[in-house]
């Protein structure tokens, strides 16, 4: 974390920002910013913040508008207020009833290093393996919150069970994949 | 209106622009153009033009500087650029480099 005598970064409100943000410490968008924001620390969106941005940081904690995919090495909190359209690829989430995601959805250590999650900084290129190419998951959350993961791939039934505060999957053998 | 602050370990490449207060405290590469008063502390450095209200340059600023009302450079700026301004305040210490227009309108 940089030592930078308390400032915190702060997006106001009535700030757009249109471009790459890099941080190497926490930011708090209230603002809007499009285009890509890179971090390797907090990365916080604000109740009224609207990032049309892919997110890539450790932990993100939503209470505001993406729409753009997050990936988040560490853990992803999406609170009563958070909205994200885009695919999501987080370590560990934490979704409170209210909060919406509309796309995909990739949670979990096992899911996450053969969907080639990697920490900030890094290329976008995903890792050869076995990716999760073939029938990805839609999630949907339901109004009253609760968020269902059909998972089809052959590796699921090996991998451990995701626990995820309000989403209940199914792990089904297909036994169709490669 | 609020304000905007971008700290030490940000670095924004691309434009910002808004009516909040800002402080950059980090880098800006490209442009700022805000509705307000904008300071770039001492630490702080924009690789760009910025325009504004009112500037206040601690820090480095590579690019132009527009202040309708007002620029203020301060002691151990930087400052490599145009300045357009009403009021122009240059102190001592600072290193500036580039021309000066004012308008008075």
Same mark, same amino acid.
């Given at each position: 974390?940089?030592?930078?005598?308390?400032?915190?970064?702060?997006?106001?409100?009535?700030?757009?920002?249109?471009?790459?943000?890099?941080?190497?410490?926490?930011?708090?968008?209230?603002?809007?910013?499009?285009?890509?924001?890179?971090? !390797?620390?907090? @990365? =916080? *969106?604000?109740?009224?913040?609207?990032?049309? +941005?892919? #997110?890539? $940081? /450790?932990?993100?904690?939503? %209470?505001?508008?993406?729409?753009?995919?997050?990936?988040?090495?560490?853990?992803?909190?999406?609170?009563?207020?958070?909205?994200?359209?885009?695919?999501?690829?987080?370590?560990?989430?934490?979704?409170?009833?209210?909060?919406?995601? !509309?796309?995909? @959805? =990739? *949670?979990?250590?096992?899911?996450?290093?053969? +969907?080639? #999650?990697? $920490? /900030?900084?890094?290329?976008? %290129?995903?890792?050869?393996?076995?990716?999760?190419?073939?029938?990805?998951?839609?999630?949907?959350?339901?109004?009253?919150?609760?968020?269902?993961?059909?998972?089809?791939?052959?590796?699921?039934?090996?991998?451990?069970?995701?626990? !995820?505060?309000?989403?209940?999957?199914?792990?089904?053998?297909?036994?169709?994949?490669? | 209106?609020?304000?905007?602050?971008?700290?030490?370990?940000?670095?924004?490449?691309?434009?910002?622009?808004?009516?909040?207060?800002?402080?950059?405290?980090?880098?800006?590469?490209?442009?700022?153009?805000?509705?307000?008063?904008?300071?770039?502390?001492?630490?702080?450095?924009?690789?760009?033009?910025?325009?504004?209200?009112?500037?206040?340059?601690?820090?480095?600023?590579?690019?132009?500087?527009?202040?309708?009302?007002?620029?203020?450079?301060?002691?151990?700026?930087?400052?490599?650029?145009?300045?357009?301004?009403?009021?122009?305040?240059?102190?001592?210490?600072?290193?500036?480099?580039?021309?000066?227009?004012?308008?008075?309108?």
């Amino acid at each position: 974390m940089a030592e930078d005598d308390g400032i915190k970064t702060v997006i106001g409100a009535d700030t757009l920002i249109n471009g790459t943000v890099r941080a190497e410490a926490e930011i708090a968008i209230y603002g809007k910013v499009v285009g890509e924001v890179l971090s !390797s620390d907090t @990365v =916080i *969106i604000e109740d009224g913040g609207l990032v049309e +941005a892919t #997110i890539n $940081a /450790p932990w993100v904690i939503v %209470s505001g508008a993406v729409v753009g995919d997050i990936v988040a090495t560490e853990k992803l909190e999406i609170l009563e207020t958070g909205r994200i359209i885009g695919d999501i690829r987080a370590l560990n989430i934490v979704m409170v009833e209210g909060g919406a995601v !509309s796309g995909r @959805v =990739i *949670i979990g250590a096992d899911f996450a290093e053969s +969907a080639g #999650i990697k $920490a /900030p900084q890094r290329t976008q %290129s995903t890792r050869t393996g076995a990716p999760l190419t073939k029938s990805r998951p839609r999630v949907e959350t339901s109004p009253r919150g609760k968020t269902v993961i059909p998972v089809t791939s052959k590796g699921a039934s090996r991998a451990k069970p995701v626990q !995820s505060e309000l989403i209940d999957y199914a792990t089904k053998d297909h036994g169709d994949e490669d | 209106m609020s304000e905007t602050i971008i700290g030490s370990g940000v670095t924004v490449e691309g434009t910002i622009t808004g009516n909040d207060r800002l402080l950059v405290t980090g880098t800006v590469k490209g442009e700022i153009d805000m509705n307000s008063v904008v300071t770039i502390d001492t630490d702080g450095e924009v690789d760009g033009p910025v325009a504004a209200l009112e500037v206040v340059v601690m820090g480095t600023v590579n690019g132009s500087v527009s202040g309708s009302r007002k620029v203020d450079i301060r002691p151990n700026a930087n400052v490599e650029g145009d300045v357009r301004t009403a009021r122009i305040l240059i102190s001592e210490g600072a290193v500036f480099r580039g021309r000066v227009e004012m308008d008075l309108g």
